[in-house]
């Protein structure tokens, strides 16, 4: 089973080095390239002012990023998100040079997680043509009409549809026959063709009459029937 996160970031401007900090971080699950609906989205108070041509990128002010938390306070649960998954980002030296910039602020040790760069996908697949998102939007006919600002989690939405074209279109993501060599080392841009598998199984959230419903079924159907074999594990 492959795990895989699209992630993306908004700041405060162009570079963590000149004193410029993450203000939005929005995720999105896939497993086997399929969204499953879980999502990680945070907005954090950089405790700097908002130059305004960010803030003509993304809407986000000053004053209504003053009561949000700080990096360090959601440091931890943002890792048990990730956990050791490879991540999915559009430009990624941008997002991962901030992120690593952030942790090494608090003395976190940064990220490794492999990584796939869209915008080196849609280079490969598509020579000379523009590869922002919003051209890639156009390229595939994504609609992105909701994106009249830039959103970490709006753009990793739609992230996730343009990546999913790059690979070949959505029945891409009913191909199961590529699933887990392992990376070669950490924090690498991996092949498209490298996938992980997904760090910890599902949890089975059923309640107890639904499990003595289906064991119901399950003994209707004969003797030892082959479901219940895998139920029991």
Same mark, same amino acid.
């Given at each position: 089973?492959?795990r ?16 410029d ?10 497993i086997?390239?399929? %969204?499953?609906? #879980? ?26 990023l ?8 959601i ?19 941008? *997002? ?9 602020? #608090? =003395?976190?040790?940064? /990220?490794? =997680?492999? #990584?796939? *760069? ?36 709006l ?19 009913? =191909? ?12 690498? #841009?991996? %092949? ?6 997904r %760090? ?9 009459? *639904? !499990?003595?419903?289906?064991?119901e /079924? ?6 030892? %029937? ?5 139920? !029991?594990?």
């Amino acid at each position: 089973m492959t795990r895989e996160i699209v992630l993306d970031t908004e700041t405060t401007g162009l570079s963590p080095n000149e004193g410029d900090r993450v203000v939005e971080i929005g995720c999105l699950e896939l497993i086997n390239h399929i %969204p499953t609906g #879980i999502t990680y989205h945070t907005y954090l108070n950089p405790q700097r002012d908002m130059p305004e041509g960010a803030f003509r990128v993304h809407g986000l002010s000053e004053k209504f990023l003053s009561d949000k938390p700080l990096f360090a306070e959601i440091q931890k649960e943002f890792l048990i998100f990730l956990q050791s998954s490879t991540l999915v980002i559009h430009n990624a030296s941008f *997002d991962m040079g901030f992120l690593n910039a952030e942790l090494t602020a #608090i =003395n976190a040790p940064v /990220l490794k =997680n492999p #990584i796939i *760069d869209t915008v080196q996908m849609a280079r490969q697949k598509h020579p000379g043509a523009r590869v922002g998102l919003d051209a890639l939007c156009k390229q595939y006919g994504i609609d992105n009409s909701r994106r009249t600002l830039h959103g970490a989690l709006l753009d990793s939405e739609i992230l996730a549809e343009v990546y999913l074209e790059l690979l070949g279109g959505r029945q891409s993501a009913l =191909n199961l026959t590529n699933l887990a060599e392992e990376p070669k080392s950490e924090g690498q #841009i991996m %092949p498209i063709s490298e996938t992980r598998q997904r %760090p910890l199984p599902l949890i089975l959230d059923l309640s107890k009459s *639904d !499990q003595q419903a289906h064991n119901e /079924l399950l003994d209707s159907l004969g003797k030892e %029937p082959l479901w219940k074999k895998y139920s !029991q594990n």
